[in-house]
């Protein structure tokens, strides 16, 4: 299905015929939000690429990098071997302590992959889900499985019969598109933070 498809499938069960209220380059930044959504969720769309770590020991990640699948380097001896990735906290009390972990270390930081103990001019292997090419020509079609096609088009439904004011038909194609589908990514995609201590100070409660 293409994109010129996927908007009659959407202006199809709408009253405004005349695209006069929901206008055209509405419907296709719904589809095209829909299309990054549905990729993220279900990382369908993978890539992997190789190359070598930085003087620093980093990877830098690629311009349409979503999540990382897995990341490997070759060892002292030429061995691949997969990283571990961890949050902040956890990095930075090995990076700083100088300790050797029985693991590979790696987080994502300021748009690179950071490794610890640092793996210098080294080869790997990085596999990921990658961001999709938004869609503009009629001719345009979703890199996605078929039947994942008529989800964008569920979104785009949605959002259109919101902005007719239609609430209960908006929530019933909504409902439609989220039927199944894996809960989105909430975190992690791009950095990986360390836990927040979010408690009050000692004392904060008490009267003054």
Request: with cysteine.
């Amino acid at each position: 299905m293409n994109l010129a498809s996927m908007k009659r499938r959407v202006y199809a069960v709408l009253r405004d015929s005349e695209k006069a209220f929901v206008l055209d380059e509405n419907v296709e930044d719904w589809l095209n939000e829909s299309y990054l959504d549905v990729a993220a969720r279900t990382r369908c769309l993978r890539k992997e690429v190789t190359g070598s770590t930085t003087a620093a020991g980093s990877v830098t990640l690629p311009a349409d990098y979503l999540q990382t699948e897995w990341l490997s380097v070759d060892d002292s001896n030429g061995n691949e071997t997969k990283v571990e990735f961890v949050d902040n906290q956890v990095f930075d009390s090995w990076r700083l302590g100088g300790g050797t972990p029985t693991n590979q270390l790696a987080r994502i930081y300021n748009g690179a992959i950071e490794t610890y103990p640092v793996a210098v001019s080294v080869s790997y292997t990085l596999r990921y889900v990658y961001e999709p090419t938004p869609m503009s020509a009629g001719s345009d079609e979703p890199d996605l499985p078929s039947e994942l096609h008529i989800r964008l088009v569920n979104y785009a439904r949605a959002h259109a019969k919101y902005q007719e004011g239609e609430l209960e038909e908006g929530d019933r194609y909504m409902a439609l598109y989220e039927a199944g589908m894996p809960g989105p990514p909430l975190a992690g995609l791009r950095e990986k933070p360390g836990p927040f201590d979010l408690r009050p100070p000692s004392g904060f409660w008490e009267e003054s």
